[in-house]
């Protein structure tokens, strides 16, 4: 569904992604681990237009879109739930999903709906500012707000970070959900453990470069992953 | 920010209040003698135009939180456009003496048939003529100068109202905007006074300026407001939700400005005179104030401020400025220009114990109605940072 090819990215004066090469069947779960600084961050930022390329291009089924503009990506059905969560902290939760869907013009009640079915907790809280919501909770909404925009592929960029496990444990069991209901998603993980496990194609990414690939099973029993990612 | 059957609610209780706000100044601007109060309806009309003003600046830099100081530049194109396009061509020698003449030959209430529709519609276009030119110089403006954040955008903006205040002084441009001397002898509000009828002055400032807020309401309450809220909250998320920031930035730029123009052009009928010297980096400040004072992304807050900063510096705090005597004895500090001096310590105090403002961020519907307290909810948004 998506393939990269030869994707190089300088970011802040460096070269970031040095030449990686993978691909994203559509259906399934993919994650790419690594350390901070390996380039995963810029990975998906470069695919969501965030950043330029510096070479190497990127295809979303048989269409070229390197260095299109974020808002031209994000209506091609590509999506971003960006680190650290980024909710818009003074504006209620359901105008935080509403933005979600800003490029879309038709009706949205189906899909707050179909968020609010996922995490309910939302719902219960839809009024209120989502500043004010924890840490999960936001997680969540930044999830939900993701989802908003009808993604044919999400990207999640470090979704347990800062999270306590019970949490973390929710997050991963909805981001399975929401493939199971038909979302590629595209996930990229310090905690290499979790994501591993349900992962049905993983990476790993190292300086830049990608140096293991293979099922989540595999990596999960690779001694050099076990060793540099699993303790 | 509300639901929508509250806000529909809320939407018919303002407009009733407008409506009743039109009928009280055609009944105070009539049953009172507008010469014997003076003041009063100085306020009013002044406070309606800052209002919109007002309302403008918030658009920009309260809701899109893009800190601009541009707003008395745009306000100067304004009431230029305004004035060059009504005033009447048989006083147009007498304006423009200095320059033997006016480089333009037409005046909009007369291409209308002059009279009561030729005013009408010629004071509407010529508004809205104002608008688009101030609009249209934020366009060309925005293009550099929206590539910069925060302070570095005040600076430029400022910068550029500095310098279109010179520009228009220039005296090359003399035909067109007549120097540095004033433009007069266009249509005013009290224009729209009916002699030997009903005066309409007051109600027409306050109509204008209703309208023009109306739409600002309009567009913050709609998807595009939303996405201008996200960029002021969040730019990397709102890039990322597929909210062209550019796009959108130019957008609210343009928007504010051409009501800044709309605002300015009321300025001028305002003041029955227009002169570049007037829209100054202090105007700039003063309806920064009221944004300040009133509430940073509280349109309600910006009209209520506006109202009780024009009465404040113009009116109420006047007796400060006279001696005065408390039987032999002469009151100390009590001159010309103690009134200053005052207004600033209110302004202070205001500033020191509202921080938000009067308003926040609320709008004057949402005062009316509670929200439903969820159990375990925290309430407030003193988690939002």
Redesign the interface.
């Known amino acids: 569904m998506l393939r990269i090819d030869d994707l190089r990215v300088n970011y802040g004066g460096i070269e970031a992604v040095k030449g990686i090469t993978f691909e994203v069947p559509e259906g399934k779960i993919v994650t790419l681990i690594g350390a901070n600084g390996a380039g995963k961050s810029t990975t998906l930022r470069s695919i969501?237009g965030?950043v330029k390329p510096a070479s190497g291009r990127i295809h979303l089924q048989a269409e070229d879109i390197t260095a299109l503009?974020?808002?031209r990506?994000?209506?091609k059905g590509i999506?971003?739930v960006?680190e650290g969560r980024?909710?818009?902290?003074?504006?209620?939760v359901v105008?935080n999903l509403?933005?979600?869907a800003?490029?879309r013009k038709d009706d949205l009640s189906h899909d707050l709906e179909w968020v609010y079915s996922l995490f309910p907790r939302l719902k219960?809280?839809s009024?209120?500012?989502a500043?004010?919501l924890s840490g999960g909770e936001q997680q969540m909404l930044a999830v939900g707000?993701?989802l908003m925009?009808r993604p044919k592929l999400m990207m999640m960029d470090e979704p347990s970070l800062g999270l306590a496990p019970l949490v973390v444990k929710d997050i991963f069991s909805i981001i399975r959900k929401i493939n199971e209901q038909g979302v590629t998603i595209l996930l990229i993980e310090q905690n290499a453990n979790m994501a591993l496990h349900i992962a049905d194609l993983a990476y790993v990414l190292e300086t830049g470069r990608i140096t293991i690939k293979g099922t989540g099973k595999e990596l999960l029993s690779n001694e050099a992953v076990k060793k540099a990612y699993l303790g | 920010?509300l639901?929508q059957k509250k806000s529909k609610k809320g939407v018919f209780i303002t407009l009733i209040g407008v409506v009743a706000l039109l009928a009280l100044t055609v009944v105070l601007e009539n049953v009172l003698d507008p010469t014997k109060n003076i003041m009063l309806f100085t306020v009013l009309k002044k406070g309606a135009v800052y209002a919109l003003v007002a309302s403008s600046m918030n658009l920009l830099n309260g809701f899109t939180g893009l800190f601009s100081l541009g707003q008395a530049g745009f306000m100067l194109l304004g009431a230029y456009a305004y004035a060059i396009f009504t005033i009447p061509n048989s006083a147009r020698e007498n304006v423009y003496y200095l320059y033997g003449g006016s480089a333009i030959h037409f005046s909009l209430p007369e291409l209308f048939g002059g009279g009561a529709v030729g005013l009408i519609l010629g004071v509407l276009l010529a508004l809205i003529l104002a608008g688009i030119v101030a609009a249209a110089v934020a366009w060309l403006i925005g293009l550099p100068v929206l590539r910069l954040k925060s302070d570095y955008l005040a600076i430029a903006t400022l910068g550029f109202a500095e310098i279109i205040r010179a520009v228009f002084q220039w005296d090359k441009l003399g035909p067109v905007t007549n120097g540095a001397n004033a433009l007069k002898s266009y249509p005013t509000f009290s224009s729209f006074n009916i002699p030997g009828g009903l005066r309409l002055s007051t109600a027409v400032a306050f109509l204008m300026a209703a309208v023009c807020i109306a739409i600002i309401l309009l567009l913050i309450n709609s998807?595009y407001g939303?996405?201008f809220?996200?960029i002021r909250?969040?730019e990397?998320?709102?890039?990322?939700?597929?909210?062209?920031l550019a796009k959108h930035k130019r957008l609210s730029f343009c928007i504010s400005s051409f009501f800044a123009g709309v605002g300015g052009g009321m300025f001028a009928m305002f003041a029955n005179q227009v002169q570049a010297k007037t829209f100054t980096t202090a105007l700039t400040y003063e309806i920064l104030l009221i944004v300040v004072i009133g509430g940073i992304g509280s349109i309600s807050g910006s009209c209520i401020a506006s109202f009780l900063y024009v009465a404040c510096s113009e009116w109420w705090l006047r007796f400060l400025d006279e001696e005065h005597f408390i039987g032999t004895f002469k009151l100390p500090l009590m001159r010309n220009g103690f009134r200053m001096v005052v207004f600033s310590v209110i302004i202070m105090i205001v500033v020191l114990f509202f921080r938000r403002g009067i308003m926040g961020?609320k709008e004057l519907p949402d005062l009316f109605q509670k929200?439903?307290p969820?159990p375990g909810?925290?309430v407030?948004?003193?988690?939002?940072?």
Not at chain 1, 86 to 92: A, E, G, N, Y
Not at chain 2, 236 to 242: C, F, I, K, L, P
Not at chain 2, 380 to 385: D, L, V
């Open positions: 969501a965030l503009a974020p808002d990506i994000v209506s999506t971003l960006p980024h909710v818009f902290p003074d504006l209620t105008e509403k933005i979600g800003y490029l219960e809280r009024w209120q500012a500043g004010t707000r993701a925009s | 920010m639901k998807s939303r996405a809220k996200a909250e969040d990397v998320a709102a890039e990322a939700m597929g909210i062209n961020d929200r439903k969820k909810a925290p407030g948004k003193e988690g939002a940072k």
